[in-house]
Each structure stands twice: as structure tokens, then as C-alpha cells.
């Protein structure tokens, strides 16, 4: 006899990750090109000499540092194996069966996978012309049985990210014992002022005694470290206890904790890197406009290329110049801004597949 699975698994989708692809450039999954910093790799190679041990499973240390830097109580703080992981703790925290989230699509792809894993049901609400949230449908699409929302800010993988006013009123109208969770992985390389920091709007909500406001941030992609997995939450206390109770123990591993530390030392160091990244986000946004592409704006270490029809062949073309990009067929394709030789090659091939 064959094991028996759960009958429903056979409809997930399955996780794409990005392809890598020996001597190609890779541009598929918004990774910061250049490698880890030097002091980071230092202190890695330190901790490895006490892996023998388990990790603290509370990452008492790393809490400590980012409730000073983020100007909450630790107990407002959980951390995670990336925010990925913590996107499936709030679902396991929050939905029983049949329970209800809700998100924008399309949007980021793990959202619909910890959903259904977590035997909750998912609500997609089609992104605007401008391929940014509606969130007036979103409003209109809560039922008795939502228990969260994703907003995605900067949207994965449109780039287009929601201003504070615009967040402020969606929230005023979720019913208070919903939980809406801003998922900031891209923080780091927002550079309009009209777009919040999601933790000093959250602290706002708090103050006026709105408590269901949740912030996701992730080591993954400004702080370079996608291999060791790790990100965080923040939250009201009794929300970031219930993201702890459905942690699995010692699963952020110790050289996770120890980057993540290094890796804040060196923010300065991180954030001049982000800064270019963002000159040239207006650089290669400007090219492909120029060329008579539609990008819409962005506010991520990526643009977003609306192709429709056409995306199999772009996808295609760029293979076929040695650039992976993300391809959504029929919906569009998403570059990650990378070094300015690797930018330059994917604007040729650009160039090359109008031409
Ligand atoms: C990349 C990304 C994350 C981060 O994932 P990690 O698990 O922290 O690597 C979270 N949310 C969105 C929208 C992302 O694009």
C-alpha cells in the first residue's frame, strides 16, 4: 500500500523558485548581486566553530538589537526562517479550517501556497490597471470569515507600492479583529516619502487602539542574506506570542542569528549599496521606457514588465542572451535590478527583442 497523503496537496501549486543557470545572469529573484560583505562572512565563520550547539531558540540577542533599532518592546518581535515562514506562522496562528485570508493578485507567490497548507481559503483580488492593490475591492471583499490580509508593499512583483493615507483608510475599514499584515520586503529600497515605513504606521494604529496591524521584514534581500533565512515580525504582543507558539523550535538557525547581527552593524555599509541599486531601478526603468516598454513605477529592487501575450517569448529571448528573468506567462516578467553590467545586458536583450 502506498502512504497516504492529503488528498488536497495534489492541487497546491508548486513554489517556482528562479532558475540558475550555469554562466547566465541571474535576475529572477530580487537577491542583491553583490556578494555578502566581508565583515559578515567573518562572523559566520566565527559562529561556526559552535554549531555543535543549538541555536537560541528565542534569538533573544538578535530581538534585543531590533527592538532598539525599531523602538518597540521585544515582545512585539518575532523572528522567522524568513519572512516566508512567518507568512505561514500568521496563517497557522490565525485561520482554522475554511477560515478566510485575503490578498491582492497577482502578488507574492508564497502567500497562495502557506494558505493552502494551512487548509485555510484564499481570496485573490485582481491588482488595478496601474497594477497596484485595489483596495477598495479588498475592502469590499472581507466576509465574517476573514481572519488576514496581505498588503504587499512594495507589491511583489509590480513594484508599486501604496501610500501612508491610502493604507491608513484601508485599515479603518478591516474590522479590528482582522489581522492586516504589511509585508515590507522591499523596504529598504522605497525612496518616496509618500510611502510609509510600516512600523511607525503601525505604532500609530497601536496608539489609536488598533491592534491588527502586523509588519513583515526580511535579512533576505537590502541585508543580503537569501541563504541563511531569516526575517521577522512585528506586532502587538499577543500576536507575536501566538507567532512564537507555532515557531518550530530552533528552526532559525545560529549562523542565521549571527549574520543578521553583523549584518545590522554593517547597515550603513548595506544601505549605500541599496542607494545604488536605486539609481539604477530609474536608470534601467528610464532605458526600457525610452524603448517603448510599459513599466509601471517602482519602488523594489526589480520592474515589472506588463508583456501579456508576449512574456513566453521575452522569457525566451533573455534565456537565449544568457539573462534569466521571472516570467509570468500570459501576465508579464519581472527583473531584479542587479550590478550595472549585469542591468546593461538585460537592456540589450531588451533592446534586441523590440527590435
Ligand atoms: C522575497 C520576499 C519575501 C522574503 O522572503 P524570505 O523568506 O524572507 O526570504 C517576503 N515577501 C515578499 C513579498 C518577498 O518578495
Known amino acids: 500500500m502506498t502512504v497516504r497523503t492529503r488528498a488536497d496537496l495534489a492541487s497546491l501549486p508548486a513554489y517556482v523558485p528562479g532558475k540558475s543557470i550555469p554562466g547566465a545572469i541571474k535576475l529572477a529573484s530580487n537577491e542583491v548581486s553583490a556578494g555578502p560583505l566581508p565583515s559578515v562572512v567573518k562572523a559566520i565563520a566565527e559562529a561556526?566553530?559552535?554549531?555543535?550547539?543549538?541555536?537560541?531558540?528565542?534569538?533573544?540577542?538578535?530581538?534585543?538589537?531590533?527592538?532598539d533599532k525599531l523602538g518597540v518592546p521585544a515582545d512585539h518581535l518575532a523572528i522567522g526562517c524568513g519572512s516566508v515562514t512567518l507568512c505561514q506562522q500568521l496563517v497557522q496562528a490565525t485561520c482554522a479550517e475554511n477560515d478566510e485570508v485575503l490578498f491582492a493578485w497577482r502578488s507574492f507567490e508564497a502567500y497562495p501556497i502557506v494558505v493552502h497548507v494551512a487548509g485555510a481559503k484564499q481570496i485573490r483580488v485582481p491588482l488595478t490597471s496601474e497594477h497596484g492593490h485595489d483596495l477598495d475591492a479588498m475592502a469590499a471583499a472581507i466576509t465574517p470569515n476573514t481572519r488576514m490580509v496581505f498588503v504587499c508593499n512594495p507589491n511583489n512583483p509590480t513594484g508599486t507600492a501604496l501610500r501612508t493615507e491610502q493604507i491608513e483608510a484601508f485599515i479603518a475599514r478591516v474590522p479590528s479583529d482582522v489581522l492586516v499584515v504589511i509585508d515590507e520586503a522591499y523596504k529598504e529600497f522605497v525612496d518616496d516619502a509618500h510611502i510609509p515605513d510600516g512600523v511607525e504606521l503601525a505604532k500609530q494604529q497601536w496608539?489609536?487602539?488598533?491592534?491588527?496591524?502586523?509588519?513583515?521584514r526580511t535579512f533576505s534581500k537590502a541585508y543580503g542574506l537569501a541563504?541563511?533565512?531569516?526575517?521577522?515580525?512585528v506586532a502587538q504582543p499577543h500576536v507575536a506570542e501566538a507567532l512564537r507558539k507555532v515557531y518550530v523550535p530552533f528552526s532559525v538557525n545560529a549562523l542565521a542569528q549571527v549574520a543578521a547581527m553583523a549584518s545590522l552593524d554593517a547597515e550603513d555599509e548595506l544601505m549605500v549599496r541599496c542607494r545604488a541599486i536605486v539609481a539604477e531601478r530609474t536608470r534601467v526603468r528610464g532605458e526600457l521606457l525610452a524603448m517603448g516598454y510599459d513599466i509601471p513605477p517602482t519602488q523594489a529592487n526589480f520592474v515589472w514588465l506588463p508583456l501579456g501575450e508576449r512574456t513566453t517569448a521575452f522569457n525566451e529571448h533573455c534565456l537565449a542572451h544568457k539573462v534569466v528573468v521571472r516570467a509570468f506567462a500570459g501576465e508579464g516578467a519581472r527583473v531584479t535590478i542587479g550590478e550595472p553590467e549585469e542591468n546593461d545586458a538585460f537592456l540589450a536583450a531588451a533592446r534586441a527583442f523590440t527590435s
Open 48 to 67: 561556526a566553530t559552535g554549531i555543535n550547539r543549538y541555536p537560541d531558540s528565542g534569538c533573544v540577542e538578535l530581538t534585543g538589537r531590533l527592538a
Open 207 to 216: 496608539a489609536a487602539g488598533r491592534d491588527n496591524v502586523a509588519v513583515l
Open 227 to 233: 541563504g541563511l533565512r531569516i526575517g521577522y515580525a
